[in-house]
């Protein structure tokens, strides 16, 4: 056997591949990138040149994985932009953020055909072209999401923390949304060019996202610097501002308990239902919602990148590093669920527009005292 055959018949002894040569001697073993156009395989990195091709039922399982996420974000998102921007009730500038939100989540939804015509055809189908445009869309839909998710923070820290003091207006709201967009396009625009870092394919070669395993200076600073800005500032700002949320909520019930005990009475509020949960409970549990789907959606992607970089590649697996592509893409089908399904004003509008869906959600009372009109509003920022 020649020389080139010997070493891919033992995918135990971890070959240094060729391009040319993706299959072995008597075709038993294929390996990533067999069934690539040689002027594609130098778009693909050397670390999944060596890895096995998974079975054939591991990509169509994940095409039609993908096929349920793209239905079910296109739906929910396409009805949270549709109704959110078209329903006078919820033209506020608090909810200016849920609709940024939903439109990254919408747009992230729309590289989903890619990734599926790669998995039917069990590749880099679509090439480098498609790499492309599937990680330039990934990229400003992740790190919008993110930001946009620091930002209803910082809306909701104000108008509960502060609710004397609301000075979010339609200009400051849409102003914050374009800063959002301005700073995610960097992370975009320098890989595209490739001035700095590049995107590349991962995985089982039908997904793509920047470059975190070329052994260089460069990639190991576009790592950290793009981890630092797109997951860590973030992370710090959603978690500063929902610790602050449940703090001051915690402290608010604390002080009306104390004083309801000074009056001999149950409770100062009116029509407060027993068997409900309480504010400072509704309060918590909204707020490690946001930070537990957050982290859950890119903590993999931060780590998996960190350890392409810095780390032991070897423990990146084309399998391994699928978890972390599809965990992106669930979120955006779980958050407008989240962010407006919850909300009253939306559903009520869901209910007349859609009323076969059989909603029953029923109009808040405007006879309610100042007090419970104000934890309402305060539930409803919440779940804004």
Avoid at 108 to 125: D, T, V
Avoid at 167 to 176: E, H, L, V
Avoid at 189 to 201: A, E, S
Wanted: charged share 15%.
């Amino acid at each position: 056997m020649d020389n080139a055959g010997a070493p891919l018949c033992n995918a135990s002894e971890g070959p240094v591949l060729r391009p040319e040569a993706r299959v072995s001697g008597n075709g038993d073993l294929q390996f990533l990138g067999w069934n690539v156009p040689p002027d594609q395989i130098q778009h693909i990195p050397e670390h999944w040149l060596t890895q096995l091709e998974p079975p054939a039922s591991m990509h169509y399982m994940l095409g039609v994985f993908y096929i349920f996420l793209f239905c079910a974000s296109t739906v929910g998102n396409g009805m949270v932009i549709w109704i959110f921007s078209t329903s006078k009730s919820l033209r506020t500038p608090s909810n200016m953020f849920v609709l940024n939100l939903a439109v990254f989540d919408f747009i992230m939804c729309l590289k989903a055909p890619i990734f599926i015509y790669n998995s039917f055809h069990r590749g880099f189908a679509l090439g480098n072209v498609g790499c492309q445009v599937f990680a330039a869309i990934g990229s400003y839909s992740g790190i919008g999401a993110g930001m946009t998710n620091a930002a209803i923070g910082y809306d909701r820290f104000n108008v509960i923390t502060k609710p004397m003091n609301r000075n979010m207006t339609f200009t400051k709201a849409i102003i914050i949304n374009v800063i959002i967009w301005l700073y995610c396009t960097p992370w975009v625009v320098l890989p595209l060019t490739q001035f700095w870092d590049r995107f590349v394919p991962e995985g089982y070669l039908t997904s793509c996202t920047f470059d975190y395993l070329t052994d260089n200076f460069d990639t190991r600073l576009f790592v950290g610097t793009i981890f630092f800005f797109s997951f860590v500032c973030p992370t710090l700002m959603i978690i500063y501002y929902y610790s602050q949320i449940v703090g001051h909520v915690f402290s608010h019930e604390k002080a009306l308990r104390e004083q309801a005990k000074k009056m001999n009475v149950e409770s100062l509020r009116s029509n407060v239902d027993k068997s409900k949960d309480t504010a400072e409970i509704r309060i918590a549990k909204a707020a490690i919602t946001i930070c537990f789907l957050f982290f859950v959606s890119w903590t993999p992607y931060g780590v998996m990148s960190l350890i392409g970089a810095f780390g032991d590649k070897s423990l990146l697996t084309p399998g391994a590093t699928m978890i972390p592509a599809c965990t992106c893409k669930l979120v955006a089908c779980i958050d407008p669920f989240v962010y407006a399904i919850s909300h009253p004003r939306y559903r009520m509008e869901l209910q007349k527009r859609c009323p076969w869906l059989a909603i029953d959600e029923k109009a808040p009372e405007s006879s309610s005292a100042v007090s419970t009109t104000t934890t309402q509003e305060q539930q409803q920022t919440t779940a804004a």
